[in-house]
C-alpha cells in the first residue's frame, strides 16, 4: 500500500512574525500557499516503501528551510502560532462563498496548521474504519496548547479546526462514525453538501457562481476523508510537527492500516470519548495513553511539541515571536536527526 504526505508550516521573518509564504512557494513545484497567506504546504509523491517517502518529506523540507534562509524567512512546525494578531487569509472567491454560507468562523481554520497522510485505496471501507478508530493518536503530534495567547487544549488546532471554525455545519468538520458501506459515507456525504448548497441558495449566492467552487468532494473537512480526486483514504487528524514525529507516526500507523478489521476496532463512542481527551489533554491523559496502546502503539515513544514547549498560561505576541524562532530553530536541527532515523 502506498503513502503520501502533506506537511503544512508556517513562514515568518527573522524577527518571528508570520510572513508571506507565497514567495517561498513559488522557488519550488513541490509546494504551495495554504488558507493562510503565511502557510505553505509541501506534497510528496506516493510511495510504497515508507523510508523513501520520509527520505522524500526530508528533503523537501529541507530544501524549503535553506530557501526559507535565503529570503530571510524560517520554517515552523506548530499546530497554531500561538498568538498571531490577525492571521492573514487568502481571500479567493471561493472563501468569500465559505465565509458567507458558513460564517465568520471559518477564517479559524487559517489558524492551524495540519499533517495529512494519504493512504492508497486498497479496502476503502476497512480503512476508513480504521483511520476513524486511530483519531485519538492525534495525541501523539500535539504540536501548540495555545490559540491566540490563551490555553485551550493539549491540541489546540483539532480544537479549533472541528469546533470553532464549523459554524453552521459542524458536521463538516466533526469525526463521523463508523460506516457499513462506501455508499453510506457517500451518501453522508452529498447530504451534508444538499444542506451546504441550500444555505449557499438562501444567502442568494448564484447557483453558477456556487458550483464553480463546491462539489460533494471538496466540502467537507472531516479528520478521515475518502478522496475521488485521488485515489487514497486520507487521514487529517494529526498535527504539523517536527519530522522526527512525523516518521514516527507513519511508520507506526501504517501496519494498522493495513491490517485492522472491523471486528478488532473499539465502539465509536468509546473512540468518540478519547478524542476529546487526546485533544484537550493529549498524553496527559491516562485513557488516552492506554487507548494508544490498545491500538498497538507505545506512546511513550512519542514527545508531542504540545507537551515539551517552555510556555506561559497566557502567551504574548512578543513570546509567541520567540517560541516560533525557537521551533524554526529546532526544526533545523531536528532535520538531521530525522535523516539518521531513516539511514
Not at 456525504?189 to 444538499?194: I, N, S, T
Not at 513570546?319 to 535523516?339: H, S
Amino acid at each position: 500500500m502506498k503513502a503520501g504526505l502533506e506537511l503544512e508550516f508556517w513562514v515568518i521573518d527573522e524577527e518571528g512574525e508570520l510572513d508571506y509564504a507565497k514567495p517561498v512557494a513559488e522557488r519550488v513545484y513541490f509546494a504551495s500557499q495554504e488558507f493562510s497567506r503565511s502557510m505553505i504546504e509541501i506534497q510528496t509523491e506516493p510511495h510504497e516503501d515508507m523510508d523513501e517517502l520520509l527520505k522524500e518529506a526530508i528533503s523537501k523540507t529541507e530544501i524549503l528551510v535553506e530557501l526559507a534562509k535565503k529570503d530571510g524567512k524560517r520554517i515552523v512546525p506548530l499546530g497554531t502560532p500561538l498568538n498571531s494578531g490577525e492571521v492573514e487569509v487568502y481571500e479567493s472567491e471561493r472563501f468569500q462563498i465559505e465565509q458567507e454560507v458558513i460564517g465568520p468562523e471559518v477564517k479559524h481554520a487559517g489558524r492551524t496548521a495540519g499533517l495529512h497522510i494519504h493512504f492508497e485505496k486498497e479496502d476503502s471501507l476497512r480503512q476508513l474504519n480504521t483511520l476513524t478508530a486511530m483519531d485519538p493518536l492525534s495525541a501523539l503530534t500535539n504540536s501548540s496548547p495555545r490559540y491566540q495567547r490563551k490555553h485551550l487544549a493539549d491540541g489546540c488546532r483539532n480544537k479549533i479546526y472541528r469546533h470553532k471554525a464549523c459554524g453552521a455545519f459542524p458536521e463538516q468538520r466533526e469525526l463521523w462514525p463508523y460506516m457499513d458501506s462506501i455508499t453510506e459515507w457517500r451518501e453522508k456525504r452529498e447530504e451534508l453538501f444538499e444542506e451546504f448548497e441550500n444555505k449557499a441558495e438562501q444567502k442568494g449566492i448564484e447557483t453558477e457562481r456556487f458550483e464553480r467552487f463546491f462539489q460533494p468532494e471538496n466540502s467537507v473537512w472531516t479528520p478521515v476523508k475518502l478522496r475521488e480526486d485521488y485515489p487514497t483514504v486520507e487521514w487529517r487528524a494529526p498535527d504539523t510537527t517536527l519530522l522526527t514525529e512525523v516518521i514516527k507516526i507513519v511508520k507506526a500507523v501504517k501496519p494498522i492500516v493495513q491490517k485492522k478489521k472491523r471486528s478488532e476496532l473499539p465502539e465509536f463512542q468509546k473512540v468518540k470519548n478519547a478524542s476529546e481527551k487526546a485533544i484537550k489533554e493529549g498524553l496527559e491523559s491516562e485513557e488516552v495513553r492506554e487507548y494508544i496502546k490498545e491500538m498497538g502503539i507505545n506512546p511513550s515513544e512519542f514527545s508531542p511539541v504540545s507537551q515539551n514547549l517552555d510556555i506561559p498560561e497566557e502567551v504574548s505576541r512578543e513570546k509567541a515571536k520567540e517560541i516560533r524562532l525557537n521551533i524554526a530553530e529546532r526544526l533545523t536541527e531536528d532535520l538531521e536527526e530525522a535523516k539518521e532515523m531513516i539511514n
